[in-house]
């Protein structure tokens, strides 16, 4: 049934774990169900309260627009638009799809001007399990994308241009989603740091990001995240065109060993904030200390080395970008060499801010002349934070818990008495508490 778009909203409902299936990558398998999707279901609930990520994607719109004219030259050479070519705009771990949507409007503008009767296609990638109703019901104007700040567009995207149409694949991103050499322009945000499968146990800590460098366990995850990036890159590398690009955002840990949700604006870690939390709840006897070991992230934050591995290292400053972050003036870098006929033109590290955080600091003074009660604001503050927390991460601590002997209703309960604590941790020091973004900004052009 058409939801019209005054739809009721679902209630919330969490997702845990419905799929286990193995995905064939042509090298390895694929373990299903890693990240299942937090919220309500057709209601837009990610987005909406992962506000951070649409600054996220506004820092990245400068390259890819850049990226998109560039594309546009290579397709004027070649005539594609006489010859009636659709142009295919792709968007791999797209989740609801509302983050990269202001986003999406600008590309579709710059394609409209500079070729007014070609067809435009918006391709979105993401799990079998994600919310693709929320997916199509942002494509169309019945969830608007906007984000912390207001920005974005109440309109459908498929409703403002003609001749713009979106499909969807369920096809994981380790595998082929889209015919070869048919895609225009790719994107990704905060998206490939997700492994096919946890490489080893981290006993003491629950993300990579955390490991002591030079153990076996961060060896062992460096390397999985290098062999799985290969493989990535190789199927974007096989559905480009010649003249395509691909524009990433992919979650780091930059040089100064901060990564998301620890950086030098806060004390607290949000990732150590989870494990001393959930090794409290061991200490208490609420949860085991197999549960504990058995809660493991199983992704990696991979530094700007790990990043251009696949392309030799770094080669100095990028001299082909003018694109804001990922420009030599911004610390960007190229890439030694190709890899499958893709070539860096820019990389560079780029921080967002948290802006639930922002917001908080910010209103200190107004709050202090209108004498608000400084502990309900924080409550209310901690209640707004969280769920950017959450949206991402609730199902790795219900996978954590033992399923043999607890229900999915008792596994859920647990995980909201996590993030029940993490919130009275934000509630009595708010200003010390952020999920502030790390990021590596990427380029690469496919050439022959």
Partial sequence: ?????????????????????????????????????????????????????????????????????????????????????????????????????????????????????????????????????????????????????????????????????????????????????????????????????????????????????GTPEHTAFMEAAFEDWKIILAKRAEELKQGGRLGLVSFAKNDQGHFLGKSSHVKQSMHDRFRGIWQDMVAEGTITQGEFKGTNFPNQYRTMEETLRPFGGGAGAATDTDAAVIRSADGGLAGKEAFMGMHVIGAAYGEVRCPYHERWVSEAGERKSKGVDEKKAAREHAVRYVPTTRTWSNSTFESGLDAAKRSPEERAALAEAMFKRYEDEVTADPANHAMDYQHVYLVAEKRQ
């Fill in 1 to 213: 049934m058409r939801l019209g778009s005054r739809a009721v909203a679902l209630a919330r409902r969490v997702v845990v774990a419905p799929w286990r299936r193995a995905l064939s990558t042509g090298k390895a398998e694929e373990v299903g169900g890693k990240h299942d999707p937090y919220g309500a279901l057709g209601a837009g609930y990610y987005s909406d309260n992962t506000k951070g990520c649409y600054d996220v994607v506004d820092n990245a719109t400068p390259m890819m627009l850049e990226a998109c004219r560039a594309v546009l030259q290579s397709r004027s050479k070649r005539g594609a638009a006489a010859k009636g070519e659709p142009f295919v705009i792709s968007d791999y771990g797209t989740a609801d799809a509302g983050t990269s949507m202001p986003m999406m409007h600008e590309l579709v503008e710059i394609v409209r001007a500079a070729e007014p009767d070609t067809p435009v296609v918006l391709q979105y990638e993401d799990q079998p399990q994600n919310d693709w109703t929320s997916v199509f019901r942002r494509v169309q104007g019945e969830i608007p994308s906007r984000g912390f700040r207001g920005q974005g567009y109440d309109q459908g995207i498929t409703e403002r241009f003609p001749k713009v149409t979106a499909v969807a694949t369920g096809v994981s991103f380790y595998n082929t989603c889209f015919p070869a050499a048919s895609v225009d322009l790719m994107f990704s945000a905060t998206a490939f740091h997700w492994l096919r499968k946890l490489p080893v146990q981290l006993p003491t800590v629950l993300h990579s990001a955390m490991a002591e460098p």
